[in-house]
Structure formats: C-alpha cells, structure tokens
C-alpha cells in the first residue's frame, strides 16, 4: 500500500483502498458480534453469578449456624429457623436460644461487615486506580476507629442514642482520613502506588497512636474491652443495633451500586472518564462519602477487621472480570461469606475461647494476596 | 436540546481569548504556577475539517485538546461547540459530540478490549436514563462497538484483557472506544505515536474515510510534521501558548517558519505523491569525520 495525500488523491483510488477495510461476508460478520457479546457482561450473565454466589453464601451461612461450643445438627439448625419464621418465636429450649439469639445475629454481621468491606474496597480500588486499595491499610478503618474512640470516651457512645451516633462519629473519622489520604495521593497527579501506601501507613501509625492514648487514660474495664473491639470482633450487638447498621448498610449500598458504570469508567482515569461523559467531581465525592459511611458503620460494630477489603475484590476480579455492575455486589457476597467463614474459624479453633476475627483475616487474607501478586508476575499493580 | 439544534451551524469551535494555566500546588512550588500555558488563542474550526495542532514540547497542544473536551476548564475566554457555549453543557452532552482519544490511556484493570469499546456509549445511555448507566447494553450498542473495533483491526482481540496486549493494540482499542461514541468531532493526542508503520497508515486511512464519509470534524495533535501535512486540512502551530501560524500546509511547513519555533534548520521539499511539504532533518556531512582523521 502507498501514502498518499488525501486530498490530491483520485476517487478511484478512495474506493480501492477503502474496499481494504471493509472485512468479510455477512458470516463473517455474524460470528464477530457473537464474539464480541461474549466479552462484554450480559444481563444473563449478571443474574447467573449472582444467583450462584448467593446460594452458596446461605449454604455457608447455614453450616457456619452449625458449629459452635454446643452441637447442634444442621437439620436442627433449619427446622428452628423454619419455626421462628412462621411463628415468630422458636419455644424456650436451649438450642433455639443458642441459634437464634448467639449464633444467628452473629453469622448476619458478619455477613453484613464483610460485605460491605468488600463493597468499600472495590469503590476505593476504582477510585484510587489502585488495586491494593483496602480501608483498613489506608487509614480509613482506623480513622473511623478514632471517631468511635472519641464517642466513647466523651460518653456519647453509651447514651440512648449510641445506636446511631456512634457510627456517625465513626463516619466522621473515616471520612477524615479519606480526604487526607486523597489529597496525598492527587497532588502527584497520577496516583503512584507507593506514595498511597505509605500515606496509608503513616495515617494508621497516627491514628493508632491517638486511639492507644485513648485507652490509656480510660479506666482499665472498659478499656479492656475497647481493645478487644479494636482487634475486630463479630460479638453480635443488639438487635436493633443491627437495624439501624442494616440501615447504613442499605442506604450506602444502593448509593454505591448505583455508581458502578461511572467507577468503570473512572478507572481510565479522571480525564478519560470526564471525556466520556462521567461528572467525575459528583461521582468522587459520593464513593468517599458512601466509602466512609460504610466504614464507619462497619467498624463502630466490629471494629478493625482487615484485608477484607483488598484481597476480595482482587479474587473475584480475576475470576469474573473487571466490570463493577458485577465485581461490586459480587465482592459484597463473597465478602461476606468469606467473613462468615473466617468467623467460625474464629469461634471454634480454640473453642470455647474465642479470638478475635481481624487476626484471623489478616493472617488468611495476608499471605494470599502475596501468593496473588506472586502468581500474577506482570501484576496488576506493581 | 441546545446541542443538537446547533449542529447544522458550519463551525464546529469558536474560540475567543483563551486563556489556561495549570494550578497544581506542585507547579507553583517550582514557581511555573503564573506561566499561562495558553494567552489568549482566538480561532475557529470548520465542521469536515481536519485540523492539525503541531508545536514544540510545552508549546500548549495537548492542553488545547483538553480544553476543546472540556476535561480541562479555561481560566478566560470562551469556547463555542457548534454554537453552544461548552462551559455551559453538560459533560454527556459534551461527549455525545465530542471523544478525546489521550495520549496516555493505561488501564490497570483487567477490563477486556470489548468492555473498553462499549465505554464509549456510557454518554447515549445516561440521556436515555437508562437506570442512571447502569443498563445493560443493547444489540444497537454491540453492533455499534463491533463496526468501530472492526475498523480498527481489534475485534478478534474482543476478549483480551486491556492491560496485557500490546501499546499498538490498545491505542487501536482507544480509537474504536472514540468511534463508539458516535461523535461529531473526533479530538486525537499523538494517534499514531505507539503504532507501527501499518497501523499508522490504517488510523489515517480510517480518519480520512469518516472525514470525507460522515463529515467527521478531527483536531488531532501530533509531533510528525510530515504526517500533519499530508492529512490535514489546515495546521495551527504553537508557539509558547499562542498561534504562530494557522493555514494550510503549505503556509506552515515551511523552513523561515520552522526554524523561528524549532530553532533548528530543515529541509522542506515536495511529498512526490501529493505534491505536499515534506520536512526532512539535515543528514550529517557525507564526508565521514573518522575518515578524514586517518
């Protein structure tokens, strides 16, 4: 083929070699869209997978209601379930109680945190245009675990009102720590991997020492358990401090699903995306906001659990692809199974003691994101 | 509805006293914060015409090209698309007639080459309210995607993952992404800059078809004087942020212009095809210099 300047060109020649780009018969071309269709995410597809993951997280919801310092059958388990369900109250003998009021509140926060740490990670991931982001490494937890501190040693925490303004000091903290570690990673331009981390460390390094200050100058009990909560644990609240943290939950979730086109396109980048059609400052401030919603109403719970958040979105994004109408309420299901699961671990490996799950998941979490960054060599991210 | 309404206006941009200057704290810290990297451009872009941005490194192109999709907002001065004030419009609206193809398009997720493409029609769903984006795509959509990555030799990579092929491939990909979105201008950093010699020829062939084809309006900034001025209409060249000439090649590249901004001499000659300028670097001295010591 020749250069040739366009427009000196004959128009015999226009045609020759525009004939060159003109591909294939109609078979050809049928077979192309088939392909293609393939590669993008499919309403079908979505429903699929979902479905899939949510029955396999109630299979492991309902073996992990199993396991506990009292044995108790699975089929025992379901058929208490099935009674409070239909009568509302499941009669007064052990079992029931220990299912529906320990074991039962318990598997659904964790479920709940688990989920939403995962959701929160996948936003932040987007965002960032990192896939090492996670709440907990860049300081968003323990902001969060700050503004919690706060409530609590101010008194605010053990009022009437603590179901809800507790996770709005924490919402607070997070967001704090949210706009530093952002405003430390935009002033680069282009977010550099290593400079977000080490912003993140150092917040957590400030942040922890604040916290420890905190529980230093409380009284001793209640300090003991601040410590407990702080190393992430799923010790079920009441219920209706579940209400209102399913509420949280809700409310952030829908927000965030409702951003996962525009966070498809925010991981070109804030030009890119602009240049698409995203008002990329609108969609920004909502994932930090909803970002720290969620945390906060997730840590003023369960306190510092970690890894969660990094290592899960990272899995499920290298089985079931990068588009977040799917990654995003994927994460939040295998989050939460994956915490459930943690959590048992948690309860029975030393049973009837029980440590604290934030090890647990630090201590799974950890060295499987390594074995990621090793197997994947190329690397996502480094 | 001001956008389209507007279309049937022969200018594609006017542009009055634009002014921009960066203002990241780290530009000021190193004092460049008041240097305007634009001071005051005033043109216009006729609708079909291909126009070239060509300049030194720092000169403000693709600063120009940002400004013109309004990823970037100007400190002064207005910029008119198709007649519509741009500060004005929304940014769907903008990109319903508008797709920047970046210099830098890098992606760190594993999205495939089929689910980049169909980006580009994320402006036509959020006008249709299609669940606020988060609809899924139609067989309008895919067969949109499937002409544009057809064009751009990527649709048997479909289902490649956008990080692991090559930079060729993915400025291909980019390419059939801007032509997703159906646009009525198409704004081009460096095209052909990662491509290979073929695939340089192919981009061209297809920017010139939808040129003559659809009257597809392109401003493409390029640092390949000879490629500007075999495929544009008109060049603008840039000087330090303001036009030192804007007019048809042969008014461009010419060596007294040249070597007033490049402050390097070059040889200018005819392309022998086209008849149009051709700019080729001085060669060394055909004497050898190790010859002569001996």
């Known amino acids: 083929m020749r250069i040739t300047g366009w427009k000196n060109e004959s128009s015999k020649e226009t045609e020759g070699s525009a004939a060159v780009f003109s591909v294939g018969n109609p078979v050809e071309q049928s077979t192309l869209t088939a392909s293609i269709e393939h590669s993008v995410l499919s309403a079908r597809r979505w429903v699929v997978t979902m479905l899939t993951l949510a029955v396999a997280s109630l299979l492991v919801m309902m073996a992990s209601l199993r396991f506990g ?86 008194g605010i925490g053990t009022t009437v009102l603590a179901i809800t303004t507790l996770p709005l000091c924490a919402f607070v903290g997070g967001l704090m720590a949210i706009v530093i570690v952002y405003r430390v990673a935009a002033s680069y331009g282009r977010l550099p991997i290593h400079t977000l981390l080490l912003a993140g460390v150092i917040l957590n390094a400030i942040f922890s020492a604040l916290i420890m200050f905190i529980t230093s100058i409380m009284d001793p009990n209640r300090s003991f358990g601040m410590m407990f909560w702080l190393m992430g644990t799923l010790a079920a609240p009441s219920y209706p401090a579940m209400v209102a943290l399913v509420l949280y939950l809700v409310v952030g979730g829908s927000i965030l699903l409702w951003q996962t086109q525009s966070l498809n396109l925010l991981t070109l980048g804030e030009e890119s995306a602009r240049s ?23 840590v003023s719970v369960s306190g510092m659990i970690g890894f969660v958040g990094m290592v899960i979105p990272h899995a499920v994004r290298m089985v079931i692809g990068a588009d977040h109408r799917l990654l995003l309420p994927a994460s939040a299901l295998v989050g939460g199974t994956f915490l459930v699961a943690a959590d048992t671990v948690a309860r029975t490996v030393l049973a009837p003691a029980e440590i604290p799950v934030g090890i647990v998941t630090a201590l799974g979490g950890g060295p499987l994101f390594i074995y990621l960054l090793l197997y994947r060599k190329s690397g996502l991210a480094l | 509805m001001r956008e389209t309404e507007g279309l049937g206006n022969r200018l594609a941009y006017r542009v009055e006293r634009l002014r921009f200057r960066y203002r990241h704290d780290r530009d000021r810290q190193f004092g460049k914060g ?51 004030q741009l500060a004005e419009m929304s940014q769907d609206a903008i990109a319903r007639l508008v797709a920047l193809v970046p210099q830098d398009s890098r992606q760190i997720f594993p999205f495939t080459i089929a689910e980049t493409v169909m980006m580009g029609r994320f402006p036509h769903h959020r006008s249709r309210g299609r669940l606020f ?92 004087l000879n490629l500007a001025s075999q495929y544009c ?37 005819r392309h022998p095809m086209s008849g149009l300028p051709r700019v080729t670097l001085p060669a060394r001295s055909p004497v050898r210099s190790h010859i002569t010591e001996q």
């Open chain 2, 233 to 269: 209409d008109r060049l603008m060249l840039l000087k330090e942020g303001e036009i030192f000439r804007l007019g048809p090649p042969e008014e461009v590249i010419r060596p007294d212009v040249l070597a007033a901004v490049y402050r390097c001499e070059v040889l200018v000659d």
């Open chain 1, 276 to 298: 698409l059609g995203v008002e990329v400052e609108t969609v920004k401030k909502t994932v930090f906001f909803t970002s720290a919603l969620l945390t906060g109403a997730v």
């Open chain 2, 133 to 224: 984006g988060f609809g899924w795509e139609g067989p309008e959509d895919i067969r949109l995607a499937t002409q544009a990555m057809k064009e751009t030799d990527v649709a048997h990579l479909a289902h490649r993952s956008i990080d692991n092929v090559s930079g060729g491939e993915r400025q291909r990909a980019i390419i059939a992404r801007a032509l997703t979105q159906q646009p009525q201008v198409l704004l081009l950093d460096e095209p052909t800059a990662f491509l290979d010699l073929n695939h340089q020829l192919e981009i061209c062939m297809i920017l010139r078809r939808l040129n003559e084809k659809q009257g597809l309006t392109v401003v493409l900034v390029s640092h390949d």
């Open chain 1, 69 to 154: 310092a009292e044995e108790i059958g699975l089929a025992d388990s379901a058929r208490i379930l099935l009674q409070a369900l239909r009568y509302g109250d499941a009669g007064t003998d052990s079992s029931g109680v220990i299912i529906l009021q320990v074991r039962l509140p318990r598997v659904l926060l964790g479920f709940m945190v688990g989920g939403s740490l995962a959701a929160v990670g996948v936003g932040l991931q987007a965002l960032l245009r990192n896939p090492l982001a996670d709440p907990y490494v860049l300081g968003i937890s323990s902001g969060a675990a700050l503004g919690a501190a706060v409530a609590i040693l101010l």
């Open chain 2, 34 to 84: 008041n240097e305007w990297a634009l001071k005051g451009l005033r043109f216009e872009v006729q609708s079909g015409e291909v126009l070239g941005v060509i300049g030194p490194n720092g000169s403000g192109k693709t600063s120009l090209l940002k400004l013109l999709s309004r990823v970037l907002r100007p400190q002064e001065g207005e910029i008119y698309l198709f007649g519509s």
